[in-house]
């Protein structure tokens, strides 16, 4: 598996699979992540409300872009989140702000491919990539 670079990638591949396969894939994609170094996993980056821990850390780049490092300790939630950042990586702070995540990802129809453990913490991991990108706009 290539790893996809957008979400319409990643839905395109997602859709084609079967769930074990899915599941899989989520994997690949968290594995496929750029590697968030240790010191940034602090209480500051933690996502509350996951079931598994999640830390993301935002970094301001270029033109005023986001871009975000992102880990867990849970294979598949990782791999949520990296699913998460393929709607709001590198974008600017005012476009990842207005951008709706959860119905970006509604396609995936997560909710009914996971269980509720595993998905319980995606509108807070959601909530806190918006809350920072406004803080950043402007």
């Known amino acids: ?15 084609m699979l079967e769930a074990d396969d899915r599941y899989r894939m989520l994997i690949d994609l968290g594995r496929a992540l750029e590697p968030m170094p ?26 005023g872009r986001l871009h975000f490092l992102a880990d867990s300790n849970a294979a598949i939630t990782k791999g949520i989140i990296a699913l998460v950042l393929l709607a ?10 207005a951008t709706d995540v959860a119905a970006a990802l509604a396609p995936f129809d997560l909710k009914n491919q996971l269980s509720s453990n595993r998905t ?15 803080r950043y706009q402007g």
């Open 1 to 15: 598996m290539t790893t996809p670079q957008t979400l319409a990638d990643a839905l395109d591949e997602y859709e």
């Open 120 to 134: 319980q913490g995606i509108p807070n991991m959601i909530a806190l990539i918006r809350a920072t990108a406004e």
């Open 38 to 63: 240790d010191p940034l996993k602090t209480d500051a980056t933690l996502v509350r409300g996951c079931s598994a821990s999640v830390w993301v850390y935002p970094m301001r780049g270029e033109n």
């Open 88 to 97: 709001v990586q590198d974008q600017p702070a005012d476009v990842i702000a």
